[in-house]
């Protein structure tokens, strides 16, 4: 199984779109696949699920848990000031040390407004990744101009897009 996580917790957020469009598109390679979404993460996570409160916070837990039973993981972020959001940040803290993270392996998917298509969002967080054992997968996908190219039937109009979706979504199932 995969999961895959829409980094904000933005609600309608267009990572949690570009999370289910590669949900749709790992159904066509034959590959299971679940979408977790941070908009699902509670209001208060930051305070009732985290440090001395850790396994405290049922819904922050439900969320790990799915986290937890993938092998391989799907991270679509968008970039918020120049790095990931720090809901995600949030999230990846509250996470069990180092159990969570080491020997997972993970894809990434920026995606950006502007021309960079979360080039820093992605390097950010590959970083922190890295440092907690994750094998992330080299062939990142960058989504530039997402507000044109994502589609009001959440689809993505530029074919190079979904060329580089579907080559990423190849490599992770070999990887």
Known sequence: MITILAGTNRPHSRARRIAHYYQRLLTELGAASQVLDLAELPADFLISALYANVGRNDGFNRLAAVLDAADKWVIVTPEYNGSFPGALKGFIDGLPYPNAFRGKKAALVGLSSGGQGGLQAMA????????????????????????????????????????????????????
């Open 124 to 175: 950010h967080l590959t970083d922190v990744l890295m440092y907690l054992g994750t094998a992330v997968l080299p062939q990142r996908v960058r989504l530039p101009f997402i507000n044109q190219d994502l589609n009001a039937e959440d689809g993505l109009n530029n074919e190079l897009s979904r060329q580089l979706l579907r080559e990423q979504a190849l490599a992770l199932l070999a990887f």
